[in-house]
Nanobody
Framework: QVQLVESGGGLVQAGGSLRLSCAAS????????IAWFRQAPGKEREFVAA????????YYADSVKGRFTISRDNAKNTVYLQMNSLKPEDTAVYYC???????????????????????????WGQGTQVTVSS
């Protein structure tokens, strides 16, 4: 059974930084992808970033491009989300998502871009709260 455990959330002032971690266990992840999503109160879940365990370029939502960096440590089965230059609008619960749809990161099968990026699979963590004060 796949288990994803997020950590690293907290309260930070605007302009500050946080690093989220997603520790994965329960299977071999070499052909999987990991994504971060977030959900603010009263809003729909929103894609943030994604990366394949096997390598390749990560993919980011436009709203976080240039400020957030997703990376992985294969030896630790852990994916990180480094968040810099945080803004109050980044306040949300951040969720880790895992699954086998790494080939669909950033684009649909036909090559077109998503209007709303879907999850990379069916596995989710419990979430970690990030609050950015102004």
């Amino acid at each position: 059974q796949v288990q994803l455990v997020e950590s690293g959330g907290g309260l930070v002032q605007a302009g500050g930084s946080l690093r989220l971690s997603c520790a994965a266990s329960g299977r071999t992840f070499s052909n999987y992808a990991i994504a971060w999503f977030r959900q603010a109160p009263g809003k729909e879940r929103e894609f943030v970033a994604a990366i394949r365990w096997s390598g390749g370029s990560p993919y980011y939502a436009d709203s976080v491009k240039g400020r957030f960096t997703i990376s992985r440590d294969n030896a630790k089965n852990t994916v990180y989300l480094q968040m810099n230059s945080l803004k109050p609008e980044d306040t949300a619960v951040y969720y880790c998502n895992a699954g086998p749809k790494g080939n669909l990161i950033g684009r649909k099968e036909g090559g077109s871009y998503y209007s709303t990026h879907p999850p990379v699979g069916d596995y989710w963590g419990q979430g970690t709260q990030v609050t950015v004060s102004s």
